[in-house]
Nanobody, 115 residues
Framework: QVQLVESGGGLVQPGGSLRLSCAASGSIFEINAMGWYRQAPGKQRGLVAT???????NYANAVKGRFTISRGNAKNTINLQMNSLEPEDTAVYYC?????????WGQGTQVTVSS
């Protein structure tokens, strides 16, 4: 079992910034990739940003230039720095981990962008 715990969500005004963090623990042997997805009300869950452990980074077009994914200082942690937030970024953000072809998900953290 892999556990993923997200933190850092909240309410922010348009143009503001938030930083999400995710810590993975449990039965971790060989991580292939970690990343962030989001799901807005009435929409499907979609990719925000991911990186593979061979160094590839991928961003959704909607967040390129505004969001930055990075490894955390602690082992098996990742961060998502979100700048210039827009109301359209409002969603539940989920941390993901791929190991041996299997996805694990966190519980999600709410990000609300509103004035």
């Amino acid at each position: 079992q892999v556990q993923l715990v997200e933190s850092g969500g909240g309410l922010v005004q348009p143009g503001g910034s938030l930083r999400l963090s995710c810590a993975a623990s449990g039965s971790i042997f060989e991580i292939n990739a970690m990343g962030w997805y989001r799901q807005a009300p009435g929409k499907q869950r979609g990719l925000v940003a991911t990186f593979t452990y061979d160094g590839s980074i991928n961003y959704a077009n909607a967040v390129k230039g505004r969001f930055t994914i990075s490894r955390g200082n602690a082992k098996n942690t990742i961060n998502l720095q979100m700048n210039s937030l827009e109301p359209e970024d409002t969603a539940v953000y989920y941390c993901s981990l791929i190991q041996r072809g299997r996805y694990s998900w966190g519980q999600g953290t709410q990000v609300t962008v509103s004035s």
